[in-house]
């Protein structure tokens, strides 16, 4: 019988240990992202926020995930030297990692529905990434890991480790940032957080960290047309799904993921799709600030909110996110030919928080 072996020092320590410090760097270099107060009149005693995730080096909110599942890969082995990592994906994450994959070093693969923006698609390319289209959203999972298989690869699979890769307790989280950027706001403990569910996440994250510390804090989720989240949510199945694309990248899915954790939700609304598209452009209108589909779908929950706090005489704050920049969407939520292409109607939302924020009541459009 031999005896013990000692790889507490070899070729493949030195190389994770040299592509953990890359990532950090690469973390240690960055700001944290913007809070921006949106304009609303002080007597309404409501403050709407929006943490900037757009200005990530990579343009989204993937980028802390995409850096967590790669520095979680990386401390359990699962990634070495020449693993070629393989992730399904709706575009922004997969950006995202193909910019850690390059900055250790590593091969990029990702499986995309081929109705990915172009834009989201020439981003992937530019970081080294090589995408793998299908034509069916539902078919991104088994593709990616049949393609994992075959290459001996890591499937980096972020719709089931999203929620265990990022520290909910803390470590400069996305809800910690959020906490400390508003210590010294008039009411510094916000009475909602609103986002999207996308791989549940980041959800999780919040709303594990506001219980943990104790606030008060309600987590809504704003859920996008044909996604499973929504109606998974109210029945209580976990296993829910409605196998239908959604046309609000990043955040609709057609299951329920395994990283959406629903017993931290207060709240869930479900948002039209032309909703979203119409809120990201008034968005845009009103701030000068360029956000995709998914923001406008954040903006629809937002301004339900603020109309219940008034209606209610409460007082407060909201947070939301920035997921992403409007730049990706030149061909599609910005380009009217597409909107109407579609089938949506902008205007009746358009006048919807147009009117609200002129002070009339919160009245949501019956399309019928």
Known sequence: MSGPVDRSC??????????????????NRSAD????????????????????ESVHPTGSLKHRLARSLFLYALANGWIVEG???????????AISEAYFARLIGVPFITVVPRKTSPEKIALIE?????????????????????????????????????????????????AES??????????????????GAGTGGTSATIGRY??????????????????????????????YGTGMPSRIEGIGRPRMEPSFVPSVIDLMIPVPDAASVAAARHLHD??????????????????QLVARMRAEGVRGSIVTLICDGGERYRHSYYDDAWVEAQGMQLGPYRKTIESFLDGSEWIPPDLG
């Open 178 to 195: 959020i906490f400390q950027q508003l210590e010294l706001e008039r009411y510094p403990v916000p009475e909602w957080v609103v986002m």
């Open 33 to 52: 992202t913007h809070l921006h107060p949106f304009p609303l009149p002080p007597e309404w005693g409501v403050d709407v926020y929006l943490k900037d």
């Open 10 to 27: 070899n070729r493949t320590r030195d190389w994770v240990s040299e592509a953990i410090r890359l990532v950090e760097a690469d973390a």
């Open 210 to 239: 506001v219980r943990y510390r104790r606030h008060c804090t309600r987590l809504a989720v704003v859920d996008p047309e044909n996604s499973a989240f929504f109606p998974g949510w109210v029945t209580g199945a976990s296993d």
């Open 286 to 303: 009103v701030t000068g600030r360029w956000a995709g589909g998914s923001t406008g779908t954040n903006m629809w929950g937002v301004w």
């Open 126 to 174: 530019r970081y080294g990434g090589q995408c793998h289209f299908v034509d069916h959203g539902a078919a991104i999972y088994a593709e990616a890991q049949r393609l994992a298989e075959e290459t001996r690869g890591h499937y980096m699979d972020q719709f089931t480790y999203a929620e265990r890769a990022t520290d909910w307790r803390g470590n400069n989280n996305i």
């Open 83 to 93: 693993t070629t990592v393989v992730e399904a994906s709706s575009g922004s994450t």
